[in-house]
């Protein structure tokens, strides 16, 4: 928000004329790495172990705001042991990528919706906003620096990492003065890479991510730490994800892992409602878009895991998914809740779950046409 006058004003003018083409030389400053690394090969990828040569950093205090915006090589972060966040978890981040098109271009999906909820996150973290059209400039200005590490092999992508970190050496308990806010980049590899599978999900009553009134809406990292255990426990039962019931009365659907959830009952497309302890997913909102311009009835309610099972038991539960950035669908084969397991539809992946799974694919990847304006070119 407190950038110099001047940059605010060089924005404004570039935004009303050119809103998806900020080439304007904004006042960030460039170190660029003196050696480059040498870039994994696009099937040796995985998720999240390799870093690209750069970052984006940018500080904040109460005297300057949001200051010293940079692009640096990627590297170690100095801080204090008593840096408020290693402590207390003031922490926030988002997570989205950058395609490599079949021609070689660079695209971001939906980059706007990821900064506009890092800033929602940041007010319930207590976290000073920042501009966020200042901050898509820099990730662009970022990756147009690290653009050879945008992965090109069928299904890779760049994962984008932003962060912001409570920086205060002080171990009392307030909220932070001093932030630091960076942009880490990761090629990944397919999330599927074996094929397009379903995955078994573990329900659990004892353990809940978020309760009515707490963070569960913010993308924060305690949210995170706080679904380890039961994940273990999933883990121990032969399941990959836990299906989180409402942290008040367990009963009541929310999310599966770090993915928003769908279930595809009778002729509707039925996901629970964003009642503050769920993250509203931007893959979410795109599959509840595509959907409904398919003429699909979509609706957004509570829905109990006793209402999933009676579907079950009726013939009515077709096909059951996550959503989310990293997997983009990620198809349910087998529920497990109170010690029964039930299979969806012949536990095989459906046509609606493909379906959408290949049309996302082709919007990100540029194959297909982009009728909502979701993507954003890298040029
Ligand atoms: C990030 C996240 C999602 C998915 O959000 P997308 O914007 O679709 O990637 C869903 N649930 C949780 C808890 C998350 O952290």
Not at 24 to 45: D, F, H, M, Q
Not at 274 to 295: E, F, M, P
């Amino acid at each position: 928000m407190l950038f110099s006058r001047n940059i605010i004003n060089i924005y404004n003018n570039v935004v009303k004329t050119n809103h998806y083409n900020l080439e304007v030389a904004v006042e960030i400053t460039y170190k660029k790495a003196e050696t480059l690394k040498n870039r994994p090969e696009g099937s040796a990828l995985g998720f999240g172990t390799f870093f690209t040569d750069h970052m984006f950093n940018m500080d904040y205090n109460p005297q300057d705001g949001w200051h010293n915006p940079r692009i640096e090589p990627y590297g170690p972060i100095a801080m204090d042991p008593s840096s408020m966040v290693l402590h207390y978890g003031q922490a926030i981040f988002e997570g989205l990528k950058a395609y490599r098109t079949d021609s070689g271009e660079i695209q971001l999906f939906r980059p706007k919706d990821n900064l506009q909820r890092l800033n929602f996150s940041a007010d319930k973290l207590c976290i000073p906003a920042f501009d966020e059209t200042f901050v898509l400039d820099a990730l662009l200005q970022l990756l147009r620096i690290d653009k050879d590490w945008v992965p090109s092999a069928p299904g890779t992508s760049l994962y984008i990492r932003p962060t912001i970190i409570a920086t205060d050496p002080y171990i009392g308990l307030r909220s932070s003065n001093t932030f630091r806010f960076f942009i880490i980049l990761s090629p990944v590899g397919a999330y599927y890479p074996e094929g397009f599978n379903p995955v078994k999900i573990w329900v659990t009553k004892e353990y809940v991510r978020a309760v009515r009134g707490g963070v569960g809406q913010a993308k924060t990292a305690g949210n995170y730490a706080a679904s380890l255990y039961a994940t273990s426990l999933a883990y121990k039962d032969g399941y990959t994800q836990v299906l989180w019931l409402d942290g008040v009365e367990q009963k009541y659907i929310e999310e599966v892992g770090t993915m928003n959830i769908f279930f595809c009952i009778g002729d509707e497309l039925i996901t629970p409602e964003l009642n503050r302890s769920i993250l509203a997913g931007v893959t979410r909102d795109s599959v509840i878009k595509l959907a409904k311009s398919w003429g699909v009835k979509v609706v957004e309610r509570q829905l109990s895991i006793d209402e999933v099972f009676e579907a079950h038991e009726k013939g009515l539960l077709k096909e059951v998914f996550g959503s989310g950035t990293a997997a983009i669908i990620s198809p349910v084969g087998k529920i497990k809740f109170d010690g029964k397991e039930i299979t969806v539809g012949d536990g095989n992946v459906g046509p609606f779950s493909a379906k959408l799974f290949n049309d996302l694919m082709d919007i990100q990847y540029g194959k297909s046409d982009d009728p909502f304006h979701w993507i954003m070119p890298v040029k």
